[in-house]
């Protein structure tokens, strides 16, 4: 059984999809964390409930009684997905919500799970704990430094799951997921208010002049990597998940415009000094662990997260 935290989110929904579909049992942990419209989580989930290969729990991985929860169900390997995401979100104030979800969550699930003969444990990092270092592509073997308090409670989360690897046997392999875009993407992110704005003919705000760019990568090939990794003997590894070219903002909603074939009302804003001005994945160590057979052009995905967007609002 592969246990999947986060399972209501954008990507565990889509992993969990996908396992299912490839007849493996899954356990789904989700507590429907406040941070976007629980009826979008819901929606997400629709497709998965009813499933017999899959348990759903909502629960809050950071309650004492999780190791008991997960007792007897014979756990293979997990994929700790759930956090608070969202570099924009993170600040002084509410640091100590970031602490608790972010890094104690991670503790407590690593405690939960050791010496339970789990094999694997896959951490979702970020690309925000590279910082803004100067140096592109950005590489797994250069020295972190974030510049957001967000990429912080990302790196902590790696060192914990490096050490409960190192000190209970179990295999760690921690990705640093770069800008994931497609069906069941989180309402806060870019593609996601592109689209639904330009379709509602709302404005669209962008931070800074719109020429910070981005990798971005498509949901489907994440799950797919991540699938091969469960897989696969891969010890204590850092790996990039990216496409391993970059995209501006101002580039990305032209190509949002000539799909749905209408302009958008972009508002142009300060920028966001926590905010990295360009990410772009050194793809090698991933490319030479994951088979990737095609990866998906950019218009199909964008195409998928329209069909998506217009079937949750009604569009």
Do not use: W
């Amino acid at each position: 059984m592969i246990l999947i935290t986060g399972a209501a989110g954008f990507v565990g929904s889509k992993l969990c999809e996908e396992l299912l579909r490839k007849g493996y049992k899954v356990l789904g942990v989700d507590n429907f964390y406040h941070n976007y419209d629980k009826f979008i989580k819901e929606f997400n989930l629709k497709n998965l409930l009813g499933d017999p290969n899959f348990i759903f729990l909502e629960n809050n991985i950071l309650d004492p009684n999780m190791k008991r929860l997960i007792k007897g169900l014979n756990i293979d390997s997990v994929v700790h997905l759930a956090d608070i995401p969202g570099v924009n979100n993170c600040n002084e104030i509410n640091f100590d919500e970031y602490i608790r979800y972010n890094i104690i969550a991670t503790q407590r699930i690593l405690e939960s799970i050791k010496n339970k003969g789990v094999e694997k444990f896959i951490y979702a990092s970020s690309s925000t704990v590279y910082g803004e270092n100067g140096i592109l592509p950005m590489s797994e073997i250069s020295n972190p430094k974030p510049i957001s308090l967000y990429g912080v409670s990302k790196l902590a989360g790696e060192s914990l799951s490096t050490y409960y690897g190192h000190t209970y046997n179990i295999d760690i392999i921690n990705l640093r997921f770069f800008t994931t875009y497609g069906p069941h993407q989180r309402p806060d992110m870019a593609f996601h208010k592109f689209i639904k704005n330009i379709l509602l003919d709302e404005d669209i705000i962008v931070y800074g002049d719109g020429n910070q760019k981005r990798d971005f990568i498509y949901v489907d090939d994440v799950v797919d990597s991540i699938i091969q990794l469960l897989n696969r003997e891969v010890l204590d590894t850092v790996i990039n998940i990216g496409e391993g070219y970059s995209l501006s903002v101002n580039d990305s909603i032209t190509i949002i415009e000539d799909i749905l074939n209408k302009k958008g009302k972009i508002i142009y804003t300060e920028p966001i000094i926590e905010e990295q001005m360009n990410t772009k994945a050194c793809t090698n160590i991933y490319e030479k662990i994951i088979y990737r057979e095609k990866n998906t052009d950019i218009d199909k995905g964008i195409n998928e997260e329209i069909k998506y967007i217009k079937q949750l609002y009604n569009i």
